[in-house]
């Protein structure tokens, strides 16, 4: 196993930049998510780590050994892709022993190891199928065992629950998890689902534009997203935001109304600053924010509501099962403590 | 259930029978030529019979076999054609399966290039390049041989199969060939453990179809093969023309389906690679 490293990583494609100056450090042993927009250049660096497009600029290492220049079979990594990428003419058995084969391990070995792989992911009994007999969960699976055969250093997963629908995604996510944690061998996992993300990660690499916006722990930037592109990223429904000005030494919205600065942080009078409030971080109170509710819909657990507060609208959600109707007036105060405060210039975080 | 979704019911019952109904004519008619062809080659005399009494074998006889065996050549004609065709076969594909590849794997431009080429050579119709060839293979010294029959066959096949080959490569996803790279593969095995398998099915319903090509040619033969070189489709004409040629329509019928046997045995007995679907599976699905 090893950790990896990704160096001042840049990548340009004829004349556009898609990865301008990336770094990561991944411990050995760790899962990390790699998380954004659609076309943010996730695919890209994970390709790059996997060796099938070369760095623009930068290095990367795997344990600590650089391997810019080294083909993806020596870099001792394995990829899922998106799609599986299994042989349609091979069957599972051969799907996952190829690598060994390529590699010429006796026969013997191969049908040992190919054996424990299947035993690990439950495909004992599809070994002699082929791909196409199978389920998409069931070729997901093929496609991790044909990773695990190998005993890679580092597994690279692009996006591979995407093509599975709602149900199997969640139990796959599990399993996923769960194989590294028998495991212990660093991954790097490409999403754009910020629920995965959360839910899978060791550490979070939210990624726009070809940047690095903030890596870290997930509740760490659940609880302190470091600008307002993590703040509006991470989080659903997605954190509320409001202008707000720094005046008589409270924050006052653009209708008049006004919050608090919280403790232990203090802002000079007169300053813009922009106000994030998560859904979820709200409660109903006799004073504070007053607001119009427009939408309500419960979910069962959760009680999801739609206002408009100072001139914008806004979504707040409630454990509680209050009964709230349409055009109905209601006030609402941040837990405390959870406020989040950006730069409306700079775009980062101020408290 | 009401009288609308009956009525509508009926009505696609309706349109099925029509179709089969149509299917069966087709059918029909699609059968016959080949039909009356063996029933002419094996009856004793053949023309002026009506059809029902060739299908009901009033005189019937394998004479016309024998006669088509012995007097006309027939190994000879056939030595050629096996050999011109399934060496046509050999060489399209090992020649074509590579390049079509190479093809598929070069970006842009080349490939546009290359592939406007290949498919520039399809929009000549071949009997123009009958004399051209004739001219040119008298010069070479390569008239009435079989070379020459085989090469001029080639200038056929080769842009065919190039351009049907590259768009069956075209179809192997990107990401199956990354799996392959990440699995250990050299380029080598990229194209003969991942790649080609994946199109195998094609290729083979590729080949099936260069060698009937091939096998059916007439005009080429015709202006090429001079004396040492004939195939079967010319060696049929021997029993054309002559004072009486009505009583040779037997023979001719006996010979046109010794000619038409292989192809139809060897289309039979590869019919389940021409229809096949290798890739289903490949990707998502
Ligand atoms: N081979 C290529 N040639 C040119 N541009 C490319 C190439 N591959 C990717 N790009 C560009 O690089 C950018 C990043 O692409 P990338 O595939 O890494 O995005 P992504 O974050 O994986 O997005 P998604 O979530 O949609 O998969 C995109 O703007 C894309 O158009
Ligand atoms: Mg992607």
Redesign the interface.
């Known amino acids: 196993m090893a950790g990896v490293s990704i160096r001042n990583v840049e990548k340009t494609f004829g004349e556009t930049q898609v990865i301008h100056g990336i770094n990561v450090e991944i411990a050995d042993g760790a899962f990390v998510v790699l998380v954004g927009p659609s076309g943010c250049g996730k695919s890209t660096l994970l390709r790059i780590i996997a060796g099938l497009e070369d760095v623009t600029g930068g290095q990367i290492l795997i344990g600590g050994t650089e391997v810019n220049d080294m083909a993806p079979k020596d870099r001792d990594i394995a990829m899922v892709f998106q799609n599986y990428g299994l042989y349609p003419h091979m069957t599972v058995a051969q799907n996952m022993g190829f690598a060994l084969k390529l590699a010429r391990a006796e026969t013997a070995d191969i049908a040992l190891r190919v054996g424990r792989a299947a035993e690990i992911l439950n495909l004992t009994p599809l070994l002699d199928r082929f791909p196409r007999q199978l389920s998409g969960g069931q070729r997901q699976r093929v496609a991790m065992g044909r990773a695990i055969v190998r005993n890679p250093q580092v597994f690279l997963f692009d996006e591979p629950l995407s093509n599975l629908d709602a149900k199997l995604r969640v139990q796959m996510r599990a399993e996923i998890k769960e194989l590294h944690q028998r495991l212990k061998v660093t991954t790097v996992y490409v999403t754009h689902d910020q629920i995965e993300a959360m839910t899978m990660a060791d550490m979070i690499v939210v990624m726009h534009d070809g940047v690095v916006k903030q890596a870290g722990a997930p509740l760490e930037l659940y609880d302190r997203p470091s600008n307002l592109f993590v703040a509006g990223f991470i989080g659903s429904p997605s954190m509320n935001f409001f202008a707000a000005t720094v005046t008589d030494g409270a924050l006052r919205l653009a209708d008049g109304q006004s919050l608090q600065v919280p403790e232990g942080t203090s802002l000079a009078e007169g300053l813009q600053v922009i106000v994030g409030l998560r859904p979820e971080e709200l409660v109903l109170s006799d004073h504070g924010l007053r607001a119009e509710v427009t939408l309500v819909e419960p979910t069962g657990a959760e009680l999801h509501v739609g206002a408009r507060l100072a001139g914008q609208q806004m979504t707040a959600v409630f454990r509680e099962r209050h009964s709230l109707k349409h055009g109905q007036a209601i006030a609402m105060t941040p837990l405390p403590g959870r406020m989040h405060l950006f730069d409306p210039t700079t775009q980062t975080r101020l408290n | 259930m009401t009288n609308r979704m009956m009525s509508a019911r009926l009505r696609k019952r309706g349109a099925v029978w029509i179709i089969h109904a149509l299917l069966a004519i087709w059918l029909v008619i699609s059968l016959l030529p080949p039909v009356m062809l063996i029933a002419a080659s094996l009856n004793r005399t053949a023309l002026f019979r009506s059809p029902m009494d060739l299908l009901t074998f009033r005189d019937f006889t394998l004479e016309n076999f024998t006669q088509a065996f012995t007097r006309g050549d027939f190994w000879f004609f056939f030595t050629n054609s096996v050999i011109i065709s399934a060496s046509a076969v050999v060489i399209t594909l090992v020649v074509c399966v590579p390049l079509a590849y190479g093809l598929t794997k070069i970006s842009g431009r080349a490939r546009a290039a290359v592939s406007f080429g290949v498919l520039a050579m399809r929009f000549i119709p071949y009997v123009v390049l009958a004399l051209p060839l004739f001219l040119i293979f008298v010069n070479l010294g390569l008239s009435g041989s079989r070379t020459g029959l085989l090469l001029a066959h080639l200038s056929i096949h080769i842009p065919f199969a190039t351009w049907m080959l590259v768009g069956f490569f075209d179809t192997v996803?990107q990401?199956?060939e990354?799996?392959?790279?990440?699995?250990?593969?050299n380029p080598w095995?990229l194209f003969w453990?991942?790649s080609l398998?994946?199109v195998?099915s094609g290729v083979i319903a590729l080949a099936i179809l260069v060698f009937i090509i091939s096998w059916n040619e007439y005009l080429f033969a015709l202006f090429l093969a001079g004396n040492s070189a004939q195939p079967l489709t010319v060696g049929i004409t021997r029993f054309l023309g002559g004072a009486e040629a009505g009583a040779e329509y037997g023979v001719i019928a006996a010979y046109a389906v010794l000619v038409i046997a292989p192809v139809i045995l060897f289309a039979l007995t590869a019919n389940r690679y021409i229809v096949s679907?290798?890739?289903?599976?490949?990707?998502?699905?």
């Open positions: 996803p990401e199956l990354e799996a392959g790279i990440v699995d250990g593969c095995h453990h991942v398998p994946v195998r679907g290798m890739t289903a599976g490949a990707v998502k699905g």
